[in-house]
């Protein structure tokens, strides 16, 4: 599934709504999460799970080509945890064990 | 952040009621939800896939007494974040 089909299920759902306003809800979905983890604020979705930032810390890392020391900066990365409820639905013949 | 600032986040761009904004936020995530179940892949651009993996059993150990128990086999949700996100979040 991309993108495009989830506004096509926005666009049969919601008729009062054209297919530019269904784009504009899907997207804003996903530009709200980017947005808030570019200002380093995380994302708690009940139901569905939670997005983060996870740091990588400096490392040191070789150029392959040359065997060079280099060292490779502090990064970050988006990082999802699935909720709850998701786990329990992909594993749902099987009861789950913490 | 919440499911009620992403709501509140649709309202300002499309005009649609509070309540309106929160039902399709919710249809959206169940859509994918269902999706996941039958073990496909979302892929959204410029944001990321949210992908299926199959664990087979493993072991594990129970953190507090050391007992070494068996990790039965399960599915999990992965996701990776397109080149554009990563970007965005180191700029």
Same mark, same amino acid.
Not at chain 1, 14 to 26: C, I
């Given at each position: 599934m991309t993108k495009a089909h989830l506004i096509e299920k926005v666009v049969e759902k $919601? =008729?009062?709504?054209?297919?530019?306003? $269904?784009? =504009? #809800? #899907?997207n804003g979905i996903f530009d709200s999460i980017r947005d808030a983890l570019k200002r380093g604020e995380k994302t708690e979705i009940r139901g569905f799970g939670s997005f983060r930032l996870r740091i990588r810390r400096t490392k040191d890392g070789r150029n392959p080509k040359t065997g060079e020391t280099v060292s490779v900066p502090e990064k970050r990365m988006p990082f999802f945890k699935a909720g709850k409820e998701i786990k329990e639905l992909l594993n749902a013949e099987e009861p789950t064990h913490e | 952040m919440r499911k009620a600032d992403i709501a509140n986040h649709i309202c300002e761009q499309v005009g649609v009621s509070k309540t309106e904004a929160m039902d399709l936020v919710e249809y959206v995530l169940q859509c994918m939800k269902d999706?996941?179940?039958k073990g496909e892949s979302v892929k959204i651009a410029g944001f990321g896939n949210f992908m299926v993996r199959s664990k087979g059993e493993?072991?594990?150990r129970n953190p507090r007494t050391g007992e070494e128990i068996a990790i039965t086999?399960?599915?999990v949700v992965t996701f990776r974040a397109s080149q554009i996100f990563k970007r965005d979040v180191n700029s």
């Open positions: $919601a =008729k009062t709504l054209n297919r530019r306003d $269904a784009e =504009k #809800v #899907v | 999706v996941l179940r493993r072991k594990g086999p399960r599915r």
